[in-house]
């Protein structure tokens, strides 16, 4: 396996010297970049009252973290472009990933096993059409074709990728690779947004984009089981609808945007208080899925430029919270906000300096259902003593070379883990690796 990753190395590097070759031609015509990120996070051990199955482990724990991702596209007839990134991933989250809402690692999100293994992230076709002389120039990047694009267009996209692809795409809080690494300031925390174990989803996105805004909406599949990887071909039953209005503007001369979420999940899910009057003596939320139950609720994203090198940051969500969480991480309420300031004044403008807030909170029949000693997928402590999950997390990212390699030392702080005053609270040390051409 390890000479596997080598050979594919070796290959992204030669392909990524051909993409910078293109990154001076106008409209490209085929695009190829790589990433590779590695988090390897420490936390000492830490006091709790009781531990569950479903609980971050209180002793001393070390786990790292590897995804490396190769990102093709191609320009096909007019407005037509094609996507295709293969990726591995493997290693562990601490407690395999277990025991705290807002976990400290997001790219364990795509680890499914120790052993690095290779999979298909995206595979995608996106149709636009456009109109008016206005005009953006797109630079090149992972999954975009380097070129002019009208202000005015209307996309449609349909395939396998993340729905983190196309929203809630906040400007300093939004990918664990190069920004804050905690889930929930990834995206809104309480959208439980359609993915399998690795983060992707099959589905279709249509975008209309105008000058200053942005409307999307995307209906896409369902697993079967909460946080699995097959997909429900029920289809009919079994799906999600998402819509994004994007807002941007100025103020005082720097830019800012405001988004609006709305979802809905329907599929065979489970539902807490039937749980809990079912069965209390042998809850198991499992036990209770059916059709025609669904999930909904809100967010609101913006981000906001201060000045040239600082900008903040502020999110909030909530669902519905009845039935069981099915794909992302068990947030019914989050609240997060935050900054991020560019090192201008230290003479390393590439380099970044970032701190956020993040508190998470859980539905009544969901706190319930876990105080009576019931489990969801990724947290349960056989008993609940609830409280608001409160967590900081403070990085600096250094450009250590040639805004290709960045190393960035991170320290989160985690109280009430688990949403449960009777453990930690915990403190977990990460330093990153990342690499992208």
Partial sequence: MKKHILVLFALFFVLGETSRAQDSVKQE??????????????????????????????????????????????????????????????????????????????????????????????????????????????????????????????????????????????????????????????????????????????????????????????????????????????????????????????LDGQKGTVRLLAFRNNGKFGNYNSAIAENPAALNVDTTQLYGRHKYGFGVSADQYLSNDFGVFAKASWNDGHTQTWFFTEIDRSLTFGGVLKGVSWKRSDDELGLAFIGNGLSGPHKNYLAAGGYGFLIGDGKLNYAPEVIAELYYKLNAYQQKFFITPDYQFILNPGYNKDRGPVNVFSIRAHVEF
């Fill in 29 to 250: 015509r085929f695009s190829f970049h790589f990433q590779q990120t590695i988090i390897t996070q420490y936390k000492p051990s830490f006091s709790a009252n009781y531990s569950g199955l479903n609980s971050l482990s209180t002793g001393e724990e070390t786990q790292s973290s590897l995804t490396s991702t190769f990102f093709g596209g191609a320009r096909l007839w007019k407005g037509a472009e094609a996507y295709f990134n293969p990726e591995i991933s493997g290693g562990s989250g601490l407690s395999k990933t277990l025991g705290v809402a807002g976990f400290p690692n997001g790219e364990t999100f795509r680890v499914g096993a120790a052993e690095p293994k290779i999979y298909i992230a995206r595979l995608y076709l996106k149709q636009n059409f456009e109109w008016g002389a206005e005009k953006d120039t797109l630079q090149p990047d992972a999954n975009v074709l380097g070129g002019l694009r009208s202000k005015r267009y209307f996309s449609l996209t349909a395939g396998k990728f993340g729905m983190a692809d196309f929203f809630d795409r906040n400007e300093f809080s939004h990918d664990p690779r190069t920004q804050f690494m905690n889930w929930a300031l990834m995206d809104n925390g309480a959208w439980d947004y359609p993915a399998n174990t690795r983060g992707y989803t099959i589905g279709g996105v249509a975008e209309l984009g105008q000058p200053s805004w942005t409307l999307r909406f995307a209906f896409t599949m369902v697993v079967t089981q909460a946080n699995s990887s097959t997909w429900d071909a029920k289809i009919g039953k079994a799906n999600t609808q998402t819509l994004e209005f994007e807002k941007r503007y100025t």
